[in-house]
Protein backbone atom coordinates (compact mmCIF):
# COMPACT_ATOMS: atom_id res chain seq x y z
CA UNK A 1 0.00 0.00 0.00
CA UNK A 2 1.32 3.53 -1.02
CA UNK A 3 -0.03 6.98 -1.36
CA UNK A 4 -0.85 9.90 0.21
CA UNK A 5 -2.81 8.27 2.72
CA UNK A 6 -0.04 6.53 4.04
CA UNK A 7 2.11 9.04 4.11
CA UNK A 8 -0.56 11.37 5.74
CA UNK A 9 -0.91 8.28 8.64
CA UNK A 10 2.88 8.48 8.83
CA UNK A 11 2.92 12.14 9.83
CA UNK A 12 0.00 10.88 12.39
CA UNK A 13 2.17 8.57 14.17
CA UNK A 14 5.13 10.78 13.97
CA UNK A 15 3.35 12.89 15.84
CA UNK A 16 2.62 10.37 18.45
CA UNK A 17 6.04 9.32 19.13
CA UNK A 18 5.15 5.85 17.79
CA UNK A 19 6.83 6.03 14.38
CA UNK A 20 10.56 7.13 13.98
CA UNK A 21 11.01 6.26 9.88
CA UNK A 22 10.71 8.59 6.40
CA UNK A 23 7.53 10.00 5.65
CA UNK A 24 7.90 8.52 2.17
CA UNK A 25 4.18 6.86 1.34
CA UNK A 26 4.88 2.97 1.69
CA UNK A 27 3.49 1.51 4.28
CA UNK A 28 6.05 -0.79 5.24
CA UNK A 29 7.24 -3.01 8.16
CA UNK A 30 8.51 0.08 10.22
CA UNK A 31 4.98 1.92 9.24
CA UNK A 32 3.11 -1.50 10.99
CA UNK A 33 5.64 -1.22 13.40
CA UNK A 34 4.49 2.36 14.11
CA UNK A 35 0.67 1.07 13.84
CA UNK A 36 1.12 -1.27 16.51
CA UNK A 37 2.79 0.76 18.75
CA UNK A 38 -0.04 3.24 18.12
CA UNK A 39 -2.82 0.36 19.31
CA UNK A 40 -0.57 -1.18 21.95
CA UNK A 41 -1.12 2.52 23.58
CA UNK A 42 -4.30 3.15 22.96
CA UNK A 43 -5.62 -0.26 24.49
CA UNK A 44 -7.02 -1.99 20.71
CA UNK A 45 -6.30 -4.79 18.51
CA UNK A 46 -2.57 -5.02 17.45
CA UNK A 47 -2.90 -6.03 14.44
CA UNK A 48 -0.92 -3.46 12.03
CA UNK A 49 -3.62 -2.65 10.21
CA UNK A 50 -5.73 0.73 10.08
CA UNK A 51 -9.15 -0.45 10.57
CA UNK A 52 -11.99 1.21 11.78
CA UNK A 53 -11.18 1.14 14.99
CA UNK A 54 -7.87 2.27 15.27
CA UNK A 55 -9.25 5.00 12.51
CA UNK A 56 -11.53 6.46 15.06
CA UNK A 57 -9.42 6.34 17.59
CA UNK A 58 -7.01 8.24 15.78
CA UNK A 59 -9.56 10.60 14.50
CA UNK A 60 -10.52 11.30 18.28
CA UNK A 61 -6.72 11.56 18.88
CA UNK A 62 -6.91 14.73 15.99
CA UNK A 63 -5.88 12.85 12.79
CA UNK A 64 -6.41 14.95 9.61
CA UNK A 65 -7.42 13.18 6.48
CA UNK A 66 -5.38 13.53 3.27
CA UNK A 67 -6.26 16.84 1.13
CA UNK A 68 -10.09 16.77 0.02
CA UNK A 69 -11.47 13.94 2.55
CA UNK A 70 -12.79 15.46 5.66
CA UNK A 71 -12.70 13.03 8.69
CA UNK A 72 -15.56 14.04 12.10
CA UNK A 73 -15.50 11.94 14.99
CA UNK A 74 -19.17 10.74 15.49
CA UNK A 75 -21.28 7.49 16.82
CA UNK A 76 -24.35 5.56 16.50
CA UNK A 77 -26.80 4.65 18.86
CA UNK A 78 -30.11 2.63 19.03
CA UNK A 79 -31.03 4.40 22.50
CA UNK A 80 -31.89 7.75 23.79
CA UNK A 81 -29.18 9.87 24.47
CA UNK A 82 -30.63 12.43 25.66
CA UNK A 83 -29.41 11.55 29.34
CA UNK A 84 -25.61 11.51 28.55
CA UNK A 85 -25.52 14.07 25.60
CA UNK A 86 -22.71 16.45 27.09
CA UNK A 87 -20.88 12.85 28.03
CA UNK A 88 -20.96 12.12 23.94
CA UNK A 89 -19.95 15.82 23.40
CA UNK A 90 -16.74 15.80 26.01
CA UNK A 91 -15.52 12.63 24.74
CA UNK A 92 -14.67 14.39 21.32
CA UNK A 93 -17.87 13.26 19.04
CA UNK A 94 -18.93 15.72 16.77
CA UNK A 95 -21.98 13.75 15.50
CA UNK A 96 -24.82 11.39 16.75
CA UNK A 97 -26.57 8.78 14.59
CA UNK A 98 -30.04 8.02 15.64
CA UNK A 99 -32.74 6.28 14.39
CA UNK A 100 -36.46 6.57 13.35
CA UNK A 101 -38.47 3.72 12.76
CA UNK A 102 -41.97 1.63 13.46
CA UNK A 103 -40.26 0.17 16.29
CA UNK A 104 -40.68 2.71 19.62
CA UNK A 105 -37.57 1.90 21.24
CA UNK A 106 -35.43 3.03 18.56
CA UNK A 107 -37.24 6.25 17.71
CA UNK A 108 -34.99 9.79 18.16
CA UNK A 109 -38.02 12.04 20.37
CA UNK A 110 -37.67 15.85 20.10
CA UNK A 111 -36.73 15.72 23.66
CA UNK A 112 -33.34 14.10 22.60
CA UNK A 113 -32.42 15.80 19.52
CA UNK A 114 -33.45 19.64 21.52
CA UNK A 115 -30.60 17.71 24.06
CA UNK A 116 -28.04 16.59 21.58
CA UNK A 117 -27.89 19.61 19.65
CA UNK A 118 -28.03 21.62 22.46
CA UNK A 119 -24.44 19.91 23.74
CA UNK A 120 -23.10 20.96 20.38
CA UNK A 121 -23.71 17.95 18.59
CA UNK A 122 -24.80 17.40 15.28
CA UNK A 123 -27.50 14.62 14.49
CA UNK A 124 -27.93 12.30 11.47
CA UNK A 125 -31.06 10.46 10.99
CA UNK A 126 -31.49 7.30 10.15
CA UNK A 127 -34.90 4.99 8.93
CA UNK A 128 -34.13 1.43 9.70
CA UNK A 129 -36.85 -1.33 10.64
CA UNK A 130 -35.22 -4.61 9.88
CA UNK A 131 -34.09 -3.71 6.45
CA UNK A 132 -31.68 -6.80 6.98
CA UNK A 133 -32.90 -9.33 3.93
CA UNK A 134 -34.11 -8.44 0.67
CA UNK A 135 -38.10 -9.33 1.47
CA UNK A 136 -38.10 -6.08 3.37
CA UNK A 137 -37.34 -4.00 0.04
CA UNK A 138 -40.56 -2.84 -2.02
CA UNK A 139 -41.87 -0.39 -3.56
CA UNK A 140 -44.78 -0.90 -1.19
CA UNK A 141 -42.69 -0.87 1.74
CA UNK A 142 -40.62 2.08 0.30
CA UNK A 143 -43.46 4.05 0.78
CA UNK A 144 -44.69 3.37 4.32
CA UNK A 145 -41.09 3.81 5.28
CA UNK A 146 -40.73 7.12 4.00
CA UNK A 147 -44.44 8.14 5.02
CA UNK A 148 -43.59 7.17 8.64
CA UNK A 149 -39.94 8.72 8.25
CA UNK A 150 -41.28 12.03 7.70
CA UNK A 151 -44.08 11.87 10.06
CA UNK A 152 -41.22 11.55 12.84
CA UNK A 153 -38.86 14.11 10.91
CA UNK A 154 -41.72 16.51 11.82
CA UNK A 155 -42.29 15.40 14.87
CA UNK A 156 -38.32 15.92 15.99
CA UNK A 157 -37.90 19.48 14.31
CA UNK A 158 -35.86 18.24 11.94
CA UNK A 159 -34.33 20.87 9.14
CA UNK A 160 -35.58 20.99 6.30
CA UNK A 161 -32.82 20.08 3.45
CA UNK A 162 -31.49 17.85 5.80
CA UNK A 163 -31.08 14.06 4.83
CA UNK A 164 -32.58 11.02 6.36
CA UNK A 165 -30.75 8.22 5.45
CA UNK A 166 -32.25 4.20 4.80
CA UNK A 167 -30.61 1.59 5.72
CA UNK A 168 -30.14 -1.39 3.46
CA UNK A 169 -27.97 -3.31 6.66
CA UNK A 170 -27.18 -6.77 4.21
CA UNK A 171 -24.84 -7.44 2.08
CA UNK A 172 -27.07 -8.03 -1.63
CA UNK A 173 -26.38 -9.00 -4.64
CA UNK A 174 -26.13 -6.58 -7.79
CA UNK A 175 -29.62 -8.03 -9.14
CA UNK A 176 -31.21 -7.35 -5.70
CA UNK A 177 -29.89 -3.79 -5.48
CA UNK A 178 -31.22 -3.04 -9.10
CA UNK A 179 -34.56 -4.81 -8.36
CA UNK A 180 -36.17 -4.86 -5.06
CA UNK A 181 -34.20 -2.38 -3.08
CA UNK A 182 -34.40 0.15 -6.48
CA UNK A 183 -37.75 -0.11 -5.86
CA UNK A 184 -37.71 0.66 -2.54
CA UNK A 185 -35.93 3.94 -2.87
CA UNK A 186 -37.94 4.96 -6.02
CA UNK A 187 -41.16 4.66 -3.94
CA UNK A 188 -38.92 6.90 -1.16
CA UNK A 189 -38.17 9.47 -3.72
CA UNK A 190 -41.81 9.76 -5.02
CA UNK A 191 -42.86 10.65 -1.58
CA UNK A 192 -40.33 12.96 -0.38
CA UNK A 193 -40.95 14.94 -4.09
CA UNK A 194 -44.20 15.98 -2.52
CA UNK A 195 -43.68 16.53 0.72
CA UNK A 196 -45.05 19.81 2.45
CA UNK A 197 -41.04 19.56 3.62
CA UNK A 198 -38.60 18.58 1.38
CA UNK A 199 -35.78 16.46 2.82
CA UNK A 200 -32.75 15.20 1.06
CA UNK A 201 -32.50 11.13 0.61
CA UNK A 202 -29.67 9.14 1.93
CA UNK A 203 -28.47 5.64 1.43
CA UNK A 204 -26.79 3.29 4.30
CA UNK A 205 -25.07 -0.15 2.89
CA UNK A 206 -22.52 -1.99 1.48
CA UNK A 207 -20.52 -0.43 -1.39
CA UNK A 208 -21.91 -1.85 -4.12
CA UNK A 209 -25.57 -0.57 -2.94
CA UNK A 210 -24.17 2.69 -2.10
CA UNK A 211 -23.02 3.37 -5.64
CA UNK A 212 -25.79 1.99 -7.55
CA UNK A 213 -28.28 3.88 -5.87
CA UNK A 214 -26.61 6.69 -5.99
CA UNK A 215 -25.80 6.37 -9.39
CA UNK A 216 -29.36 6.14 -10.20
CA UNK A 217 -29.86 9.41 -9.05
CA UNK A 218 -32.25 7.81 -6.15
CA UNK A 219 -30.16 8.97 -3.29
CA UNK A 220 -28.24 11.96 -2.84
CA UNK A 221 -25.83 10.68 0.13
CA UNK A 222 -24.06 7.90 1.18
CA UNK A 223 -22.82 6.57 4.54
CA UNK A 224 -20.71 2.85 3.92
CA UNK A 225 -21.46 0.27 6.13
CA UNK A 226 -18.59 -0.48 8.46
CA UNK A 227 -18.46 -4.42 7.42
CA UNK A 228 -15.71 -5.61 5.81
CA UNK A 229 -17.41 -8.51 4.25
CA UNK A 230 -20.29 -6.66 2.34
CA UNK A 231 -19.37 -5.88 -1.33
Known amino acids: MTGTDVSTWQ??????????????????????????????AKGLATDGIVGTGT?????????????GRVTTP???????CASFASSIAS??????ARYYSKYPAKIMTRQEAL???K????????????NNAVQ??????GSQCASRALQIAAGTGQ????????????NPTGEQVTGPIADYFRAIAQVFAVAPTRYAVGVYGSGLTCRIIRDSSLATFTWLSQSTGFN
Not at 14 to 39: C, E, F, L, R
Not at 159 to 170: H, L, M, Q, V
Request: zero cysteines.
Open 11 to 40: QFLTAQNDYHGAIDGVYSPPTVQGTIAYQT
Open 55 to 67: YSRAVLDGYQASP
Open 74 to 80: GMDAMID
Open 91 to 96: AGMKFV
Open 115 to 117: ALS
Open 119 to 130: AGLQIAAVYQDN
Open 136 to 141: YFSTQL
Open 159 to 170: PAGSAIYFATDF
